[in-house]
């Protein structure tokens, strides 16, 4: 017999040799089977009947099947010696036509020499003796394992024949033996037209490659190779072709004794599957890069810290380029709309990224002549240009660089790095803001889509922030207006004094609170120096500062004491916070009450200094008190009443007067520069009179020292420090006289004023300085009482005090053309810098201030007669 493996498959009709198997079989043949062939499964018998129907040849395997031995066997009647007896005569009929000639094939009981009965499928051939008579040659097969066998055949056809997987049977040579119908189907021939065909037949070569190694090493191995991806190219109705990917699992097959008889796979289509799991991975990837960009983005309220956030996001996991552009009006803060209906207007780079370049790209610029980009460039986008079309519509452009389909073409811009871009708009609240370009560079894919609706959103996610960014400027702006507003400048002066401030909000994100310092220039060379907190922090609360400063301002202007100052102010900070009485509460949303009044309750301290006589009077309403350094001594903490906060009421302030010589250092402060959660309040006390230790040093330098020592950068509350150092108004710079309530002192003042004058090289100012001081003299004369004292100070300017008993204060009026007096005050109003008047314990002080030559004032004989001809 042929080995099995060697009988080879052609495609000649059956029993003929072709030429390309014809040495397989010259090879194959006279070789011994091996093990495991079909007869080694199923029990096969022969034995020979002679012309009587008698047993003539009795085999071994006969022997084996029937349990018979030849010695048993020869010359028995088989009906007799095996078929049971109910079943004898039709046998015995059976036996007689075989006899006669024919062939038959059927089934024969039969019982064994143990006794057991079994059933056999027998096939008897008609044969003839060397005489010419009659016999038959018998073989006999088991019938329940070739029923068995039978089976197995059939439900393997079943299944190999209806799966919906593809099955494939390669030999051991790597050619198919089999396939099923649903690889046939794919494949466009008929099961029978691919045997002998091998992987290059129906795969590329490349894949091929792959399945025939893999086909190697499982027959090889015995390793079997589960869900490998092949990929090819099938046949479809239309006569174009279809790319498929398939998952095979190949394992070797064996016969009975083990040999490797070829390999069986079994195919799935997965292309199907492979889409979904591309869009679930598509999807996973856009969610994840929605969940970075809501992680990332917005955390600033920075508009070009924003814009970075999302190119931060985009490149390079959603594109190769990026850039942010917004418009102009809208990073300056104008008001009104921030671009132009045509969507031409003004817009700045603010941001840009790339994965592929360092510098920006062409197509990225919308087609400027001038080149690209860069970022911080201010540039326009042309009016018949995609981006332009972007900010005009608020639609999402596509410019691609073969303008398919929805497609702008770049036209010659695309043949630059760029092959893909996305034009978004960046919209809020029904407001475009500026563009979003994403692009993708030559060799990736281009944007679908999908892409085209996640850029959409990223875009619309960065818009909601960069409005935020915008519009926290905008009312971040307007509070620093107000909080500067409301402070004096940072370097203020005063007759007498060297000052020196600093100011540092608690919240450094809107820089504003409720601190406040001021410095006021008050008549006669003296000079207020003031400090408060409000109780609170915020806007809020800096408005209730701007309010109180605003008061203590206009009481400072009364020239009253400062006393009487915080007395008034107290009433002003109660009737800010209620109707008056400062127990009055307003109703909030939702019902809600709040008792108003404590968003004015403020400490403050007040101090007048006058340079003259080098003496500061203070006054405290619930503040902490200023600390004093004079020259060779250390820092102390002035011993001030400390009086209740204003807003409380109730209680009356008191004042103190300390003297200060030459040298000495004021300093007025809030309690956030000494007071900290981290440590006691007087803790800091100590440290901010140990950080006084060099009061010597410039007074800038002293307080950046100051704020160094005390490590203010907590954050804690608002600080305000002021500093003030003494040098006092000369001796030689003042001229003081008393002067008897008669006519002649009108002379007498003339005099005593043109000397001092010229004795101070002054002489440009003599001529007004007399007609004023002739003036003033006179009023005091007809509307005063007591003797008259005139000051003469020489500082920055000139003033001029006349001093009597009557507490009347003058008041200008307009003189008729037909009056022969009234024009005095007129005269002074027109002639002077300033002038005013202010009550004394004893009466009252008129006072008026000329500018010095040197600093380009000062009146002129000329200016004095066109004065006095105006007022006729």
């Given amino acids: 017999m042929c080995e099995l493996e060697g009988s080879g498959v052609s495609d000649e009709p059956s029993g003929v040799v072709g030429p390309r198997n014809a040495e397989a079989v010259t090879q194959s043949a006279w070789q011994s089977s091996p093990p495991g062939s079909l007869y080694d499964y199923i029990r096969v018998a022969s034995f020979s009947l002679g012309p009587d129907g008698r047993i003539e040849q009795w085999s071994e395997r006969a022997e084996e099947f029937f349990g018979v031995s030849a010695s048993e066997a020869l010359g028995q009647d088989p009906i007799t010696a095996f078929v049971p007896e109910d079943q004898r005569t039709r ?42 008579r009659r016999g038959a040659l018998c073989i006999a097969v088991d019938v329940r394992v070739l029923r068995q066998i039978e089976t197995d055949l059939a439900s393997s056809q079943a299944v190999f024949g209806q799966s919906p997987m593809g099955f494939i049977l390669f030999d051991t040579n790597l050619k ?58 099938v046949p479809s109705g239309s006569g174009t072709n279809n790319r498929r990917r398939w998952a095979i699992s190949l394992y070797r097959l064996h016969s009975g004794s083990g040999r490797p008889i070829g390999v069986a796979g079994v195919a799935q289509d997965v292309t199907g599957r492979q889409r979904a799991e591309r869009e679930a991975a598509h999807t996973r990837r856009n969610l994840a890069l929605l969940n970075e960009a809501s992680r990332r983005i917005g955390s600033s309220l920075d508009l070009e810290t924003t814009a970075r956030e999302l190119l931060d996001v985009a ?32 817009v700045r780079r603010v941001a840009f990224a790339s994965a592929v370049s360092d510098a920006p790209v062409t197509p990225l610029d919308g087609g400027h002549a001038g080149g690209p980009v860069s970022v911080g460039a201010v540039h326009r986008y042309p009016f018949n240009s995609p981006w332009a079309g972007a900010l005009r519509t608020a639609q999402t452009q596509v410019i691609g660089a073969d303008g398919g389909d929805g497609e702008v073409e770049l036209g010659e811009l695309g043949g630059g790095l760029v092959q893909s871009t996305l034009a978004v708009p960046v919209v809020a609240r029904d407001t475009v803001l500026g563009l979003v370009q994403f692009a993708r560079a030559k060799g990736s894919e281009p944007f679908s889509e999908r892409d085209r609706m996640l850029a959409e959103e990223l875009a619309a996610r960065a818009a909601v922030f960069i409005d935020n960014a915008r519009l926290y400027r905008r009312e971040h702006e307007r509070a620093l207006i107000l909080q500067r507003s409301l402070l004096p400048p940072g370097n203020p002066e005063a007759a007498g004094l060297d000052i020196a401030c600093r100011y540092l909000p608690g919240n450094m994100e809107t820089e504003v609170g409720g601190d406040w310092f001021d410095v006021i220039e008050l008549p006669g060379h003296r000079t207020a ?114 009086g209740m906060p204003l807003g409380v009421g109730g209680e009356p302030f008191e004042e103190v007067e ?130 008259i004292r005139l000051r003469l100070l020489r500082d920055r300017t000139l003033v001029c005090e006349v001093w009597d008993d009557a507490l009347a204060q003058p008041r200008r009026r307009r003189a008729r053309a037909t009056d022969e007096g009234g024009r005095g005050l007129q005269l002074v109003s027109l002639l002077s810098a300033r002038w005013g008047s202010r009550r ?15 600093d380009g004032g000062g009146s002129t004989g000329e200016d004095t007669i066109e004065a006095l001809l105006s007022l006729f």
């Fill in 840 to 854: 004394t314990h004893r009466g009252k002080t008129v006072w008026f201030e000329l500018d010095l030559p040197s």
């Fill in 658 to 787: 300390v003297d200060l010589p030459d040298g000495a250092l004021l300093a007025l402060y809030t309690d956030g520069l000494v007071e900290s959660r981290n440590h006691p309040l007087d803790e800091g006390l100590r440290a901010f009179r140990a950080a006084l230790d060099e009061p010597q040093r410039p007074l800038e330098d002293v307080c950046d020292h100051i704020l160094a020592r005390l490590d203010t950068a907590h954050g804690e509350d608002d600080i305000a420090l002021l500093m003030a150092r003494v040098h006092g108004l000369p001796a030689d710079s003042v001229g003081d006289w008393t002067l008897e309530p008669n006519p002649r002192s009108v002379a007498r003042a003339r005099e005593l004023a043109r000397d001092c004058l010229v004795s101070w090289d002054l002489g440009a100012l003599v001529d007004t300085t007399e007609l004023l001081v002739s003036e003033l003299v006179t009023n005091a004369l007809r509307h005063g009482q007591g003797d």
């Fill in 91 to 132: 046998a015995h009929e059976r036996v007689a036509e075989i006899l006669d000639g024919r062939e038959w094939i059927g089934t024969v009981p039969y019982r064994d020499k143990a006794g057991q009965e079994g059933l056999a499928e027998v096939y008897v051939m008609p044969s003839r003796s060397e005489t010419g």
């Fill in 176 to 233: 198919l033996l089999r396939v099923n119908q649903r690889f046939s189907t794919v494949f466009g021939r008929s099961p029978g037209d691919h045997r002998g065909r091998t992987p290059h037949d129906f795969l590329s070569r490349v894949e091929a490659d792959r399945l025939t190694a893999a086909l190697k090493q499982v027959l090889d191995s015995g390793d079997p190779v589960l869900d490998m991806t092949i990929v090819g190219t």
């Fill in 529 to 642: 120096l003031v400090v408060g907190d409000v109780m609170g922090r915020g806007l809020r609360a800096a408005v209730a500062m701007g309010e109180l400063r605003t008061a203590v301002r206009t009481l400072a202007l009364l020239d009253i004491e400062p006393a009487d100052v915080l007395s008034a102010l107290d009433e002003v900070a109660r009737g800010l916070g209620g109707s008056g009485d400062g127990r009055s509460s307003r109703r909030g949303k939702a019902g809600d009450t709040s008792d108003l009044s404590e968003v004015y309750l403020a400490t403050c301290v007040y101090a007048v200094y006058d340079a003259i006589t080098r003496r500061v009077t203070i006054a405290n309403a619930g503040h902490l008190p200023p600390v004093l350094v004079e020259p060779g001594e250390q820092a102390m903490m002035l011993e001030v009443p400390t």
């Fill in 315 to 346: 490149v390079p996991h959603f594109c190769d380029l990026a850039s942010v552009d917004l418009y102009q009006a809208l990073l300056v803060g104008e008001e009104g709309p921030v671009g132009t209906a045509d969507g031409s207007g003004e």
